[in-house]
């Protein structure tokens, strides 16, 4: 059964930074691409980032490419998005997911994690 954990939101002012995790238990890290999704109040999830179970390959949304950095852990179950020059728009909720071996978009059902408020406020 595929667990996902994300924790680190916060509260962090304009131009911040912040790292989540996603800890993953009851399958092999490596063999799954992982996501990172946000949800803003009255907004449809959407997609921020992914990395691939392959190579590694990463990928960002226009909002926050240069911003935000994705990197995996598969030794430790860890998936991480670094994010640097928050911005008002970045406050959501973020989820982690499983998607695959390849970065698809198509989440696997029950693999999202439970979600991690990130606010950006002055």
């Known amino acids: 059964q595929l667990q996902l954990v994300d924790s680190g939101g916060g509260l962090v002012q304009p131009g911040g930074s912040l790292r989540l995790s996603c800890t993953t238990s009851?399958?092999?890290?490596?063999?799954?691409?992982i996501g990172w999704f946000r949800q803003a109040p009255g907004k449809e999830r959407e997609g921020v980032s992914c990395?691939?179970?392959?190579?590694?390959?990463?990928y960002y949304a226009d909002s926050v490419k240069g911003r935000f950095t994705i990197s995996r852990d598969n030794a430790k179950n860890m998936v991480y998005l670094q994010m640097n020059s928050l911005k008002p728009e970045d406050t959501a909720v973020y989820y982690c997911?499983?998607?695959?071996?390849?970065?698809?978009?198509?989440?696997?059902?029950?693999?999202w994690g439970q979600g991690t408020q990130v606010t950006v406020s002055s």
């Open positions: 009851g399958f092999t890290l490596g063999f799954y691409a």
């Open positions: 997911a499983a998607e695959g071996d390849y970065c698809s978009g198509d989440v696997i059902p029950g693999s």
């Open positions: 990395i691939s179970s392959s190579d590694d390959s990463t």
